[in-house]
């Protein structure tokens, strides 16, 4: 079956550093998504990596490495406004979107 | 271009009745997608259209699940009969240039609430 894990919740400090992990074992590969949602909002596209290593993008980078099935997005310079839930989608082998539960991160003054 | 727009943002039905949503994608988007998302999970694929043509409906959803899209612009997402185990809410998503591999931008959704 087609699987994407990611952590439940975490907490960080604004102004602080933050490093959400996804992991996943799809059918085929075409592709990782970083997606931002805030509570009762769609989500918004922040990232996509297809090849291996860091993609970077003001305080938001995303981290592929496709033989260890794993990804990371990273936040930095947190703010309050960062609290929200994120994303991780694959896109298999029939260029379908699969998606993570989401990890609801809480910024804390 | 004002973004995807859906409408109702909120319905809430009794069992049985049947109900339809509206998604207006971005203008001259040639894919349109449905998802599904309840709460705590991530957005569950139910269709997708490229331009008027519908070429993917996920397994997971039943008969009573259908979407059109006419023109080729607007879509509508009917569900029959409905349920309880409906409610969630429904995502439309477009993306530009009809690749297979590209951003997909989303409307706020219509909250389906079967009572």
């Known amino acids: 079956g087609q699987n994407i894990d990611q952590p439940t919740e975490m907490t960080a400090t604004e102004g602080a550093i933050v490093q959400i992990n996804c992991t996943y074992q799809?059918?085929?590969?075409?592709?990782l998504f970083w997606y931002q949602q805030h509570a009762g909002e769609a989500p918004t596209f922040l990232s996509y990596?297809?090849l291996d290593g860091l993609e970077e993008k003001g305080r938001f980078s995303s981290f592929l490495s496709r033989s260890k099935g794993y990804s990371y997005l990273l936040l930095k310079e947190l703010q309050m406004k960062d609290s929200a839930s994120y994303l991780c989608?694959?896109?298999?082998?029939?260029?379908?979107?699969?998606w993570g539960a989401g990890t609801k991160l809480i910024i804390k003054p | 271009d004002t973004g995807v727009s859906q409408d109702p943002r909120h319905k809430i039905t009794k069992r049985g009745q049947n109900v339809t949503f509206r998604c207006d994608p971005i203008?001259?988007?040639?894919?349109l997608y449905w998802y599904r998302q309840t709460l705590g999970q991530g957005p569950e694929f139910l269709t997708y259209?490229?331009?008027?043509?519908?070429?993917?409906k996920s397994r997971l959803l039943s008969d009573r699940f259908s979407a059109e899209r006419p023109k080729g612009s607007f879509s509508t997402l009917e569900i029959q009969r409905t349920e309880q185990g409906d409610s969630a809410m429904y995502l439309c998503?477009?993306?530009?240039?009809?690749?297979?591999?590209?951003?997909?931008?989303f409307g706020p959704g219509t909250r389906l609430t079967v009572t």
């Open positions: 998503a477009s993306s530009p240039k009809g690749l297979d591999v590209e951003e997909q931008y």
């Open positions: 203008s001259e988007h040639n894919r």
């Open positions: 259209f490229q331009n008027e043509a519908q070429l993917e």
């Open positions: 989608a694959v896109m298999d082998s029939n260029y379908q979107l699969i």
């Open positions: 799809t059918s085929g590969f075409n592709g």
């Open positions: 990596n297809v």
